[in-house]
């Protein structure tokens, strides 16, 4: 029997991803195109289904296609309600997509980071596990649950909202969303720099450069131990560790799965805050039934492909 294959699609502000995968994760063919964010959905939308078609010819077995997109997503209509690095509002991707294609195929589309958590239960750490949380810590922090071996959906398509949760709403930093003390002015990349910038004339014989901070200069000197960039991951680790502890204590998690370029580069500088203050902030009966591992997939539109599986065998949208 010819073998059942899958595209996934992870559309970012900068690049699209193609992938070609197997139902077992391996990669037959993968593409990256640009984004190219000023130009039209009818434009974007033939670019996309320009690739999807070749791929259409060139693999006969292809059963569906999985796409991630920033922001929140109406899954069932599969319309992308802001993703704002994309300047679209409520566009119909599925419908978009599925009008252009030579033949017609199921879609299916999904936040970025629920694909994240899709993603590992199929090809990655979660693989066997039904109640788990995805974390995905890059330039902000977003989070995904799975309960039962379904994804938990809000009612306004914005759940897990976990970055925006404030530890302190009076003096923390000023968050881009309006609040204060969010997690991710600590945890995350802007909160790295954030964290670096407010604290910059306390720490004299700190060597990052006052001009120009980054993430990769504060992980590069907390590895040599620069006082005021291990303040920052000092910081970013507890409170990545009370963030886990909500998440502990709320869902019984099995698993907590750290994913994002950022919480691989710095996890070794995080990992001790993080474990000392879970443990601390947490019932002993939900700290003992909940691990902390890092994400094992690092294609964003594999995991997308992922998608296809993951709804055959939970639920239909189309």
Same mark, same amino acid.
């Given at each position: 029997?010819?073998?059942?294959?899958?595209?996934?699609?992870?559309?970012?502000?900068?690049?699209?991803?193609?992938?070609?995968?197997?139902?077992?994760?391996?990669?037959?063919?993968?593409?990256?195109?640009?984004?190219?964010?000023?130009?039209?959905?009818?434009?974007?939308?033939?670019?996309?289904?320009?690739?999807?078609?070749?791929?259409?010819?060139?693999?006969?077995?292809?059963?569906?296609?999985?796409?991630?997109?920033?922001?929140?997503?109406?899954?069932?209509?599969?319309?992308?309600?802001?993703?704002?690095?994309?300047?679209?509002?409520?566009?119909?991707?599925?419908?978009?997509?599925?009008?252009?294609?030579?033949?017609?195929?199921?879609?299916?589309?999904?936040?970025?980071?629920?694909?994240?958590?899709?993603?590992?239960?199929?090809?990655?750490?979660?693989?066997?596990?039904?109640?788990?949380?995805?974390?995905?810590? @890059? %330039?902000? $922090? +977003?989070? *995904?649950?799975?309960?039962?071996?379904? #994804?938990?959906?809000?009612?306004?398509?914005?759940?897990?909202?976990?970055?925006?949760?404030?530890?302190?709403?009076?003096?923390?930093?000023?968050?881009?969303?309006?609040?204060?003390?969010?997690?991710?002015?600590?945890?995350?990349?802007?909160?790295?720099?954030?964290?670096?910038?407010?604290?910059?004339?306390?720490?004299?014989?700190?060597?990052?450069?006052?001009?120009?901070?980054?993430?990769?200069?504060?992980?590069?000197?907390?590895?040599?131990?620069?006082?005021?960039?291990?303040?920052?991951?000092?910081?970013? @680790? %507890?409170? $990545? +560790?009370? *963030?886990?502890?909500?998440?502990?204590? #709320?869902?019984?998690?099995?698993?907590?799965?750290?994913?994002?370029?950022?919480?691989?580069?710095?996890?070794?500088?995080?990992?001790?805050?993080?474990?000392?203050?879970?443990?601390?902030?947490?019932?002993?009966?939900?700290?003992?039934?909940?691990?902390?591992?890092?994400?094992?997939?690092?294609?964003?539109?594999?995991?997308?492909?992922?998608?296809?599986?993951?709804?055959?065998?939970?639920?239909?949208?189309?």
């Amino acid at each position: 029997m010819p073998q059942s294959l899958t595209i996934g699609l992870d559309i970012g502000g900068t690049k699209m991803a193609f992938v070609v995968a197997d139902r077992n994760g391996n990669i037959c063919d993968e593409v990256t195109i640009p984004t190219l964010v000023g130009d039209s959905h009818d434009v974007t939308f033939n670019r996309i289904a320009k690739q999807i078609n070749t791929y259409l010819d060139q693999f006969p077995t292809i059963e569906g296609i999985g796409i991630g997109v920033p922001g929140p997503v109406d899954s069932k209509s599969g319309i992308a309600i802001n993703a704002v690095n994309m300047l679209w509002e409520n566009v119909p991707i599925r419908d978009e997509i599925l009008n252009r294609l030579k033949r017609p195929l199921p879609i299916y589309v999904e936040n970025d980071v629920n694909v994240g958590a899709i993603g590992e239960q199929l090809f990655g750490v979660a693989q066997g596990i039904s109640n788990y949380i995805y974390l995905a810590i @890059g %330039t902000g $922090l +977003g989070g *995904a649950v799975m309960i039962d071996n379904k #994804i938990l959906r809000g009612t306004s398509h914005s759940e897990m909202e976990i970055g925006h949760v404030s530890v302190d709403p009076v003096n923390g930093r000023q968050c881009t969303c309006g609040l204060r003390g969010c997690v991710e002015m600590s945890i995350s990349g802007k909160g790295f720099v954030a964290n670096a910038t407010q604290h910059y004339h306390d720490y004299r014989n700190t060597q990052l450069s006052e001009d120009n901070i980054t993430t990769h200069e504060i992980i590069e000197w907390a590895n040599k131990g620069d006082e005021l960039a291990r303040f920052v991951t000092d910081e970013a @680790g %507890t409170v $990545l +560790g009370i *963030a886990c502890s909500w998440c502990a204590s #709320i869902f019984n998690p099995s698993k907590i799965i750290l994913g994002g370029g950022l919480i691989h580069a710095s996890y070794h500088l995080l990992e001790d805050k993080l474990h000392t203050t879970l443990k601390q902030r947490t019932l002993t009966q939900n700290y003992d039934a909940v691990t902390i591992s890092l994400s094992k997939l690092t294609n964003a539109a594999l995991g997308a492909s992922a998608l296809v599986w993951y709804y055959k065998q939970t639920e239909t949208i189309l």
